[in-house]
């Protein structure tokens, strides 16, 4: 079913801020074996000019995953979960997300077409901190994918 | 501690290969880090259902490890200004001790201003394409 075109720049906020901690940052360097100091050493993070522990590049994607989960959610939009794939993925840093951040995370729809069958539907979270710092901006194309043909 | 320096580095320049294992127990963990329990990431009767061979990798964990041959190379993840992929094929992932193999590579396909350099990355398993198009933006030293 096509994605109804009217709700191109439609957007999508958290309910309320993210705070990165460092635990949840080391939960997930664990949960993808990444033993870099720079995830896990306050002292070592520091040294290289952070502020606290950085979050792996990835890290940002349970951010902009629950805008898309929200888009996904939305009965206006009328998508079929259990077709929904990852298409692409991109992220733009300012710089890493620190623990003690505190950010906020706005998903827009910046695309929707047509290819092939399936539909494509971008999304664009802008990820910030409250006091409205730019962090990592993360685009995701969701492809839709269509009926299969009858037969096949 | 970043030992890559801008000048040391050409186009064409390779970075090490590495190859990672991945297991159902690997997905299982990413999904609780990741908040993503897509149960095709875990049961292969709704992977079946829905037309894949059996459980597959989470395409961002797939992404996670393969930026590890930009992060090792470069030490400081906070190097990286861009990283983007295109997921091309699922990795398959086996209900057994060995999981599948994931081979990446990396090369420096552009050198830019700034002290940034363009790496292309490629991504295998079982011998298919898994991600495509996928480089990243690093800023070197």
């Not at chain 2, 040391?8 to 320049?13: A, K, L, N, P």
């Not at chain 2, 459980?55 to 906070?78: C, E, S, Y």
Request: net charge negative; proline share 6%; with cysteine.
């Amino acid at each position: 079913m096509a994605i109804n075109r009217d709700y191109l720049g439609r957007a999508y906020e958290l309910p309320e801020p993210y705070e990165v901690t460092r635990v949840k940052i080391r939960e997930f360097a664990d949960a993808i074996s990444d033993p870099n100091p720079l995830y896990r050493d306050p002292a070592h993070a520091k040294e290289a000019g952070y502020t606290d522990v950085i979050a792996p590049p990835t890290f940002p994607i349970i951010l902009s995953m629950e805008g898309a989960g929200q888009a996904i959610a939305d009965p206006e939009l009328a998508l079929d979960f259990s077709r929904v794939v990852h298409g692409d993925q991109r992220f733009r840093y300012s710089r890493p997300l620190q623990a003690g951040d505190v950010v906020t995370c706005r998903t827009t729809i910046t695309d929707i077409k047509s290819l092939a069958g399936n539909e494509m539907l971008t999304l664009e979270s802008e990820i910030a901190t409250t006091a409205g710092e730019h962090v990592v901006t993360s685009v995701t194309m969701l492809v839709v994918r269509g009926d299969a043909p009858s037969g096949t | 501690m970043t030992t890559v320096r801008y000048a040391d580095v050409e186009v064409g320049t390779e970075l090490p290969e590495r190859t990672f294992r991945v297991r159902r127990s690997d997905l299982v963990r990413y999904a609780g880090a990741s908040g993503d329990f897509n149960p095709i990431h875990w049961s292969d009767r709704v992977a079946r259902n829905v037309g894949l061979p059996g459980v597959i990798a989470h395409g961002m964990f797939t992404m996670a490890q393969a930026g590890r041959v930009i992060t090792d190379w470069v030490g400081d993840p906070g190097a990286v200004v861009e990283y983007g992929v295109r997921f091309s094929a699922p990795v398959v992932v086996p209900d057994d001790d060995e999981g599948a193999e994931l081979v990446v590579g990396g090369t420096v396909t552009k050198k830019l201003d700034d002290n940034q350099v363009v790496v292309t990355i490629t991504a295998r398993s079982a011998g298919a394409k898994v991600l495509a198009r996928s480089t990243a933006v690093v800023r070197l030293p």
